[in-house]
């Protein structure tokens, strides 16, 4: 699903107006995407956040990549996330699992 925005018309209007802060609080009960500093990515339901980007989320899974390429999963039930560690946000998105590859 998508965050909770009326139209694309409305969203051309507002995406040069919107600020990042406003864009994740349209998120709140959305699943989210989550790319961290280092190998960890993180899926969840955002429950909530502060102005530091520190998240609580809920059914989450953890993706960690190992040096030899290999994905690890982790499932936990509610997390408390420190903002500074996120790269990328993706609203929506449901992890590495589901990135489809074109092969020619």
């Known amino acids: 699903t998508q965050c909770n925005m009326s139209t694309t018309t409305e969203l051309d209007a507002q995406l040069d107006q919107i600020l990042p802060l406003e864009l994740i609080d349209k998120c709140i009960g959305q699943r989210l995407w989550l790319i961290m500093k280092g190998d960890k990515e993180i899926v969840g339901t955002l429950l909530g956040f502060d102005d ?53």
């Not at 030899?68 to 039930?77: C, E, M, N």
Request: one cysteine or more; charged letters at 15%.
């Open 52 to 104: 530091y980007v520190n998240m609580v989320l809920e059914d989450v899974t953890e993706f960690e990549t190992a040096a030899d390429g290999s994905l690890t999963q982790t499932k936990l039930d509610q997390i408390l996330l420190n903002g500074n560690n996120i790269c990328l946000l993706v609203p929506g998105g449901e992890g590495p699992l589901t990135v489809e590859t074109n092969v020619a």
